[in-house]
């Protein structure tokens, strides 16, 4: 079932009212949006066909959970969002809520981007390599990337 746009906004800023103000720009906005409409078109919560990926922004247990959970620049974060969501900060649990929990699946897209010292490109090429650069994707699709670009800019114009 595809989300309409407003609860797509709705998501992402809920991800991020979850982490503060400081997490809060366009960019991000922009970036965490096309992210999700590549990974799982908004719509997908299990990564198909393997179902190793969960949520939309397809965060694996042991590669994006596990990083978010353990950078020096995301953990405490991490643990303050697990603790507002009753979510037990470990990544199986958390891998777990994702499936079902969006708002804490935002706030952990938001948080891998969180543990890239670069600024947040507005640059749809220089946007594609930060997406490949921080979710490292095992099969990226680069010829759906400006579709899902353009998506994510229309979706905050």
């Keep these: 079932m595809q989300v309409p746009d407003t609860q797509k906004k709705s998501i992402i800023q809920n991800g991020i009212n979850l982490l503060g103000v400081r997490f809060d720009s366009r960019a991000a906005k922009i ?3 096309a992210i999700a409409f590549q990974e799982s078109n908004f ?9 190793i990926a969960r949520g939309l922004w397809q965060f694996e247990r042991g590669g994006g959970v596990k990083g978010v959970l353990s950078h020096h620049s ?11 969501e009753m979510v037990k900060p470990v990544a199986q649990d958390v891998y777990l809520a994702i499936t079902t929990n969006d708002d ?4 952990f897209a938001r948080l891998l981007l969180w543990t890239d010292p670069r600024p947040i490109p507005l640059d749809e090429k220089q946007a594609w390599d930060y997406y490949i650069r921080n979710w490292r ?18 979706l905050y114009c």
């Design 31 to 33: 970036i965490m949006a």
């Design 43 to 51: 719509e997908f919560r299990k990564q198909i066909p393997s179902g």
């Design 74 to 84: 995301s953990k405490e974060h991490a643990l303050k969002v697990c603790e507002k």
């Design 104 to 107: 804490l699946a935002a706030a």
């Design 137 to 154: 994707p095992g099969k990226p699709h680069e010829d759906r990337w400006a579709n899902n670009w353009r998506l994510a800019n229309e």
